[in-house]
């Protein structure tokens, strides 16, 4: 019996609960532990497994229905969970008194704060607050005003909707009367998920099902498995993603005696470093003040500059407060000295641009003298830097690149009495060029950290390990700064207070206290590292960026450091107090060796993608690796690059097959496999179901969520990246096909697959897009033929691993695109169906890219792929743009008149082609200059060039098609109203003579008489 996901998935739906949990970026569960790259979002995962483990009945759409209510994601789940917002009001109340002055007035924010604002004070008010605060914040939401009752919220999009509602895994799940609903249907007794998962993995398996993920990363699959009541496995190659899907499931899940433990102990470790920094001194001035931020810049000497020359793309240090930092030089010294400003709203705008940049486009700038300057790469000389050695904590004097402090935020709290006469407590900051004492402290933080530098080494609280060479990422901070080993990428200051952090937190032998301990100083590395960009911003206070701002370990010419203080709120946050029961297992496994039996697997495999997960998760490891082996000493803790799955070529493909082929040994003949990835190309995809196919498993179904959220947002559908997911399962018979036979299947599978789709489509709001059609032919090519062992007596793996060069395609893939040929040619726009099947293939392709633009789609790649359906090889003379995100076809007005050749099979000659009235004519190369449509679209630029008088536009018709035009009178008119409806489309604006045109043609034509 096929699982509901195997015949179904409520993509639209999904796609947007999957893009509401992204979007919540300081609220997603598991990003409070620590930075992974590409976790996937745990609604999809929960829907993957509930959609593999329901059953499909005979009735599609109560099945949809039940698997709604299962995740509280039909309408009335959606109700139940649409609590509203947090008015401006409580906001206001949970506001320190300066940010209430300077962005709320009496009845909530001030006016003429833009929505985006609002959000970042919004956002700048939660980091501000503990748990308990935005806990209790949370309790008072309240719906709008505007969604007076079920039928305003029913009436909205689903994707409206869900801006007013909680996500589903925050909330107690369905209610009573539901699960008596979905309990009839599925013949269970579930009152909650944990029991449905374990009554409907009886069913199945005999037992609770096991869900396993040999990739885990972040966690996502193994803590949501486990959350639901699953038992969960998760193992991947790096100890940092082990970390953290340990994390998630035994700290996160771990119920409220551990986060208690946990908190506390965070607490007591940060009230004795911060005791221990005051003591030092090197955090607090003479002035009562505490510093809030250090900003660090580079600088260099080159070849005929008497000074080192500071370096920063900008010298804008706080566009709120409208601070920046000027330059000038001091006699009798080779160091320039730094002023800080104050200027007005105008200067400011000045700073914003290059003008006082010392550093442009790879050059320095002279800031006495703006006309030298010297390239950045020269600087470092034929034979590049001096390489750091172990012992290195700053530059040494012979550098090219040396360091130094140029700015320091200083605040103190000020009690003050208001005109009520209340006490009003507020912090006062100032911003400062450091001076002597300053410079005093940075060398006592430098001479404290000596003292300390070896042990701390030895016993693994600060790195001490090589940044590996040759690396994509981590290449870039040997080669732009001689740093070769990690500490390098930390200042002294941040060396130091993580050091001491790491002593005083990693004293405790319980297992879940350091495991706490280490993803702690992973979090502060992340927040406070020379790759920690310094951001002015106009809204908020300006600050420190974390080093993962993006996936790469580009060093900085100006960088900030923290201070102990803004270091508390970078902690990891157990932001949720979860006790998972269920049986869970993490191990730090080569997928290639695993030995664990699981029922299904769910993977993300790293496909093609550019993160270097090896790379990358290194700058973490280094702070911890000798801890891990305390904590976990059955974990390797090495992130063994070599064995990393990377890559898109034969070693990629290879590893992916042993992977594969050793998960399908380990489950069951009935388990199930979901595998995603995340790619914008469609066609790349099909690679992967050969390889898959290759590791004895078949193809079941594949369907696209968009999950990424790097867009303007889903509604419009563009931009956004899909997670295709794959179900399989294990090929037990190895029968031969045959491509002849094949085919038929094919055709009618695809066929099948569409027309299901179609039936649950929901109109207003529709649940597949084109994208999906054409996945779906492909999940239904690969269907049919990954239940054979061999194709025409060739063999599946010797395909996959088969020396081609780029234009020879294999027999598989020459299947796989008829199966999105049959796709393309079964989806007709709607309108025009009559007039379809005696289009040529390349009018079909014309009028099918017109309606995928009419529906918003811009991606370039959608096109190609239609072009591909449709077997047209140039697109190039149809399109208007080829951007890759902004792809249009053109217009008839938009077309050359060149572009027009005799149309093939016409009654009249070619007299009538446009070259008789003065254009030129084409070689008529191009299929479409030939067809009937292309003439069609001359008469109506005719037409629309004639000031809407249709007779020109007739006229040639006339001469073009001679008697042939009494025969295709008809479909030209039909034909003709389709294009004249085209203009009304949303953002088919540059249609709209055009269709005017064509409208006025079409009434010409029906009128027309011999
Ligand atoms: C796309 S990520 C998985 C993300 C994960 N699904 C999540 O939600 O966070 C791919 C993972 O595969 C791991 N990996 C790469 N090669 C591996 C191998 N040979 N064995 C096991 N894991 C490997 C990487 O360390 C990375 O964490």
Redesign the pocket.
Known sequence: MPSFIETQFPIARLSAESYKERKAVSGQTLTGLGK?????PLILVRASILGMLMPASADQIKDREIFLKILTMDDEGTWNRCKGEIPAGHWREAASSEIQEEYFGARGFRQGLTSEEKEEVKSQIWESLDADQRNELLTLKKRPAEIRDRNDFDAMPYAERLEYCERPENIEGPTAQAWAEINTHLGTEAANLQELVGQLGQRTFGHTPRVG?????????PFEAARIGCEAFG????PV?GLLTWASLNLLGGGVNVQTEVRRAQEAVFELADRQITEWGIEHNDQGERAEAYIYCVEVKPEGSNTYIPLAPSWLVDEHAKVVVSWSSVSGSERMMPEVNILSADEVEEYKTKKHATIVDGRVIDPLDRSRSWSIEALRGVDGLRRWTRDDIVPRHQDVFQERLYCIRWAKTVTTTNDLGNKVTRTVRRYAAPNADDDARENKVLALLKERFSDWQRDGYIPSKIIPEGGDKTEEPIRTRGWTHWHHLFTPRQLLMHGLIATLSMQNNKQHLMAASMLNIGRLSDWNSKLCCWLSSKIQIAGGKNTFLNQALNPLFNYSSRPILMMESAQISLSKNLNISSRNMVGI????DLETDCDLWIT???YA?A?N??EL?DFFLAWYDKQVQKAFPEWTPDARAE????GDGEDFRR?MVE?YQNLASHMPDNGMQMV?FTHQDPAVWADLGMILWASGLKATAAWTISTETESVGIKKGNYVQGTVCLVLRKRTSNEPGFLDEVYPLVEDEVKRQIASMQALDEGAEPNFNDADYQLAAYAAALKVLTQYGNLDGKDVEHEVFAVRDRNTKSDFQTVIERALGIACDTLIPRGLDHSWRDLTLVERYYLRALDIESRGERRKGMYEELARGFGVNDIRQLLKSDKANGARMLTPSGFAATGLASVEGADAGSSSLPSRRGRAAASGTHPFATSPLRHLLFAIKETASSDNSPEPGRQYLRDTFGQGYWQKRERFISLLNWLAALGNAEGMGEWSEDSEAARILAGRLRNDEA
Do not use: E, Q, T
């Not at 993920?213 to 699959?221: A, M, T």
């Not at 496994?589 to 290639?592: G, K, L, N």
């Open positions: 992974w790259w590409g976790r996937k993920d040999s990739f885990c990363g972040g966690g996502s699959i193992s991947d190659l790096n993603a496994v080569d997928a290639r993300d495999p790293p993608d993160v997960y090896h998760g064995l990393a799955v990377r590893s992977i995603m």
